[in-house]
């Protein structure tokens, strides 16, 4: 099977995640991108200045596709204010809510009361199942939402997402408006880790879009290339023994 196949006959949908306007206008043409993500710290890399401006051309960019930007602010109140413009941007707009504010402070009463008012919320910076239920707990029916569990955060601290990505899905079957986020994925094996435990969508940065073709590759044919990979840059380089 090709990688085109294996695209086409993933059930989680790939949202991609980034800040670089030029590969978005390129990704939202893509059939195998259903939505898109941004954050501070990925729009500060990209050299982002004006947070308003970058987010109007991107909303132009992608005009049918979900998209997630970031409220900054550490204040609840200044949160909700951020929130409420963020929405505003666009039907198909989502707004990302830290689940704690940088005193540890949770966020659930802030994503409650957006979520009464009809704010689409992606509730990022999620890492624990506790987390991810006391969240499920306070979006209300009927608001479409996200929680982001950020796997590959956890499998950085020698972890296994996998039952954490579970139990949340476990928790939020009884709520059809709330899906799960496969977040910080490390390599192109999440999002087959994503698509067997039944996550509803996985975020991946253009470094992995890139290795899309891979899905699938014959690893003796991978393995002839490794070697010849190998070969060609001793012989640039000029090496001998």
């Not at 970031?70 to 409420?84: A, K, L, N, T, Y």
């Not at 413009?85 to 989502?94: D, K, N």
Request: with cysteine.
């Amino acid at each position: 099977m090709t990688s085109a196949d294996l695209l086409g006959a993933l059930n989680v949908r790939i949202f991609a995640d980034g800040a670089d306007l030029c590969v978005i206008g390129e990704l939202a043409r893509a059939p195998h991108i259903s939505g898109f993500t941004t954050n501070p710290t990925l729009m500060h890399k990209a050299g982002v200045r004006d947070y308003r401006a970058f987010a109007r051309e991107l909303v132009r960019l992608v005009p049918d596709k979900p998209i997630s930007f970031e409220v900054f602010s550490d204040d609840f109140e200044d949160m909700e204010r951020q929130s409420d413009e963020i929405a505003g941007w666009g039907e198909h707009v989502y707004v990302k809510v830290p689940v704690t504010n940088t005193r540890g402070q949770p966020s659930l009463d802030l994503i409650a009361r957006l979520s009464r008012r009809g704010v689409q919320v992606n509730v990022t910076a999620v890492l624990t199942s506790e987390q991810a239920r006391r969240v499920a707990d306070r979006l209300s029916h009927g608001v479409s939402a996200y929680i982001s569990i950020f796997a590959g955060r956890v499998a950085d601290t020698g972890r296994d997402p996998l039952p954490i990505v579970a139990d949340t899905l476990r928790h939020v079957r009884g709520l059809p408006d709330v899906q799960v986020i496969w977040a910080s994925p490390r390599e192109l094996l999440n999002i087959m880790q994503a698509e067997q435990v039944g996550c509803h969508i996985i975020t991946v940065t253009a470094d992995l879009l890139r290795k899309l073709h891979l899905l699938g590759r014959e690893l003796e044919d991978y393995s002839l290339d490794t070697v010849r990979m190998f070969h060609m840059d001793a012989l640039e380089a000029g090496f001998s023994l």
